[in-house]
Protein backbone atom coordinates (compact mmCIF):
# COMPACT_ATOMS: atom_id res chain seq x y z
CA UNK A 1 0.00 0.00 0.00
CA UNK A 2 1.42 3.51 -1.07
CA UNK A 3 0.90 6.65 1.04
CA UNK A 4 -0.23 9.70 -0.92
CA UNK A 5 1.06 12.91 0.82
CA UNK A 6 -1.74 15.23 1.93
CA UNK A 7 -2.85 17.99 -0.26
CA UNK A 8 -5.04 20.11 1.40
CA UNK A 9 -6.04 23.83 1.10
CA UNK A 10 -4.41 26.87 3.31
CA UNK A 11 -7.52 28.73 5.02
CA UNK A 12 -7.47 31.60 8.12
CA UNK A 13 -8.18 30.42 11.04
CA UNK A 14 -8.58 32.31 14.05
CA UNK A 15 -5.84 31.86 16.88
CA UNK A 16 -8.32 33.11 19.72
CA UNK A 17 -11.41 33.54 20.17
CA UNK A 18 -12.80 36.88 18.92
CA UNK A 19 -15.44 39.26 19.83
CA UNK A 20 -17.90 41.00 17.54
CA UNK A 21 -16.57 44.27 16.12
CA UNK A 22 -13.10 43.27 17.19
CA UNK A 23 -10.94 44.40 14.21
CA UNK A 24 -9.00 41.68 12.88
CA UNK A 25 -5.01 41.59 12.67
CA UNK A 26 -2.21 39.35 11.39
CA UNK A 27 -1.71 38.34 15.26
CA UNK A 28 -5.56 37.02 15.27
CA UNK A 29 -4.92 34.69 12.21
CA UNK A 30 -2.51 31.75 10.95
CA UNK A 31 -2.97 29.99 8.40
CA UNK A 32 -4.27 26.15 8.16
CA UNK A 33 -4.03 23.15 5.95
CA UNK A 34 -7.45 21.52 5.80
CA UNK A 35 -8.94 19.06 3.74
CA UNK A 36 -10.82 20.52 0.75
CA UNK A 37 -13.91 18.70 1.35
CA UNK A 38 -14.51 20.00 4.76
CA UNK A 39 -14.54 23.32 3.71
CA UNK A 40 -17.41 25.55 2.10
CA UNK A 41 -17.71 25.59 -1.84
CA UNK A 42 -17.10 29.29 -2.00
CA UNK A 43 -16.40 32.53 0.22
CA UNK A 44 -12.93 31.93 2.08
CA UNK A 45 -11.81 34.64 3.54
CA UNK A 46 -7.90 35.62 1.93
CA UNK A 47 -5.21 38.06 3.33
CA UNK A 48 -7.47 40.73 2.12
CA UNK A 49 -9.51 40.08 5.98
CA UNK A 50 -6.87 41.40 8.21
CA UNK A 51 -8.39 45.15 9.20
CA UNK A 52 -11.73 43.82 8.81
CA UNK A 53 -14.20 43.95 11.69
CA UNK A 54 -15.95 40.73 12.64
CA UNK A 55 -19.66 40.10 12.73
CA UNK A 56 -20.17 37.83 15.71
CA UNK A 57 -18.07 36.58 18.04
CA UNK A 58 -16.33 33.21 16.67
CA UNK A 59 -14.05 30.46 18.86
CA UNK A 60 -10.57 30.13 18.31
CA UNK A 61 -9.81 27.40 15.13
CA UNK A 62 -13.24 28.47 12.90
CA UNK A 63 -11.82 28.84 9.25
CA UNK A 64 -12.71 32.65 8.27
CA UNK A 65 -15.22 33.21 5.22
CA UNK A 66 -15.80 36.62 4.36
CA UNK A 67 -19.22 37.04 5.59
CA UNK A 68 -18.15 37.18 8.33
CA UNK A 69 -16.19 40.33 8.62
CA UNK A 70 -17.22 43.85 7.79
CA UNK A 71 -15.51 43.26 4.03
CA UNK A 72 -19.47 43.51 2.46
CA UNK A 73 -21.73 44.81 4.91
CA UNK A 74 -24.40 45.22 1.87
CA UNK A 75 -24.42 41.38 1.57
CA UNK A 76 -26.70 41.43 4.59
CA UNK A 77 -29.13 44.08 3.75
CA UNK A 78 -33.12 42.91 3.79
CA UNK A 79 -35.70 44.39 0.91
CA UNK A 80 -36.32 47.94 1.86
CA UNK A 81 -33.21 48.81 3.70
CA UNK A 82 -30.37 51.04 2.98
CA UNK A 83 -26.61 50.92 4.51
CA UNK A 84 -25.54 54.19 5.79
CA UNK A 85 -22.08 55.12 8.11
CA UNK A 86 -22.45 58.60 10.57
CA UNK A 87 -20.65 59.55 13.37
CA UNK A 88 -22.52 59.01 16.30
CA UNK A 89 -21.95 60.31 19.72
CA UNK A 90 -24.53 60.00 22.22
CA UNK A 91 -24.34 55.99 23.57
CA UNK A 92 -21.61 55.39 21.02
CA UNK A 93 -20.30 53.46 23.64
CA UNK A 94 -23.32 50.94 23.40
CA UNK A 95 -23.24 49.99 19.70
CA UNK A 96 -22.52 46.69 18.89
CA UNK A 97 -22.81 45.08 15.51
CA UNK A 98 -26.07 43.18 15.81
CA UNK A 99 -28.22 45.42 18.22
CA UNK A 100 -30.82 47.44 17.23
CA UNK A 101 -31.31 50.89 18.28
CA UNK A 102 -33.13 53.93 18.37
CA UNK A 103 -31.69 56.95 16.84
CA UNK A 104 -32.21 60.58 17.68
CA UNK A 105 -30.62 63.87 16.15
CA UNK A 106 -31.60 67.03 14.69
CA UNK A 107 -34.65 67.61 12.78
CA UNK A 108 -35.31 69.07 10.02
CA UNK A 109 -35.20 72.59 9.73
CA UNK A 110 -39.18 73.31 9.11
CA UNK A 111 -38.58 71.96 12.98
CA UNK A 112 -37.07 74.70 14.05
CA UNK A 113 -33.87 72.90 14.67
CA UNK A 114 -35.75 70.49 17.43
CA UNK A 115 -33.85 67.19 18.34
CA UNK A 116 -36.16 64.59 18.13
CA UNK A 117 -36.42 60.33 17.52
CA UNK A 118 -35.38 60.06 13.38
CA UNK A 119 -35.77 56.59 12.96
CA UNK A 120 -36.46 53.06 15.60
CA UNK A 121 -35.49 49.22 15.21
CA UNK A 122 -31.98 50.48 12.65
CA UNK A 123 -29.60 47.69 12.98
CA UNK A 124 -25.97 48.20 13.48
CA UNK A 125 -23.94 47.05 11.07
CA UNK A 126 -20.55 47.78 12.06
CA UNK A 127 -18.89 49.69 14.23
CA UNK A 128 -15.54 51.94 14.24
CA UNK A 129 -14.07 53.51 17.47
CA UNK A 130 -11.62 56.03 17.33
CA UNK A 131 -8.01 54.51 18.45
CA UNK A 132 -7.94 56.55 21.69
CA UNK A 133 -11.48 55.38 22.79
CA UNK A 134 -10.34 51.54 22.55
CA UNK A 135 -8.01 51.55 25.55
CA UNK A 136 -10.24 53.86 27.90
CA UNK A 137 -12.95 52.62 30.39
CA UNK A 138 -16.49 52.61 28.82
CA UNK A 139 -17.14 55.60 31.48
CA UNK A 140 -14.49 58.14 30.05
CA UNK A 141 -15.61 57.48 25.88
CA UNK A 142 -16.56 60.59 24.48
CA UNK A 143 -15.84 60.34 21.07
CA UNK A 144 -17.55 60.15 18.11
CA UNK A 145 -17.74 57.00 16.91
CA UNK A 146 -18.77 55.66 12.73
CA UNK A 147 -21.69 52.97 12.97
CA UNK A 148 -22.22 51.91 9.93
CA UNK A 149 -26.29 51.18 10.13
CA UNK A 150 -29.13 49.28 8.40
CA UNK A 151 -31.94 51.38 7.82
CA UNK A 152 -35.30 51.82 6.35
CA UNK A 153 -35.34 53.57 2.69
CA UNK A 154 -38.26 55.93 3.97
CA UNK A 155 -36.20 56.79 7.26
CA UNK A 156 -32.47 56.54 5.17
CA UNK A 157 -32.56 60.24 3.59
CA UNK A 158 -33.44 61.82 7.18
CA UNK A 159 -30.79 60.25 9.36
CA UNK A 160 -28.23 61.33 6.68
CA UNK A 161 -29.53 64.64 6.69
CA UNK A 162 -29.57 65.01 10.21
CA UNK A 163 -25.70 63.76 10.90
CA UNK A 164 -24.76 66.38 8.31
CA UNK A 165 -26.15 68.98 10.13
CA UNK A 166 -25.20 67.88 14.07
CA UNK A 167 -24.16 65.08 16.08
CA UNK A 168 -26.82 61.66 16.42
CA UNK A 169 -27.76 59.73 19.88
CA UNK A 170 -28.28 55.83 19.58
CA UNK A 171 -30.60 54.23 22.36
CA UNK A 172 -30.50 50.35 22.12
CA UNK A 173 -33.70 49.26 21.37
CA UNK A 174 -35.89 45.71 22.40
CA UNK A 175 -34.50 43.35 18.87
Known amino acids: MMLVPHRGTHVWVLRHDVEAGQTLSPDDLTLKQVEPNSLPASGLADESIIGQQIRIGLPRGTVLTSSMTSANPAADLLPGERL ?36 HHARIVSVDKPESEKSLPSISKTNVTLISLAVSVSDASLVYRAASIGSLSIMVSAS
Open 84 to 119: ISVHVDGGAQLAQPGLFVDISGPLPEENDGDYGLLT
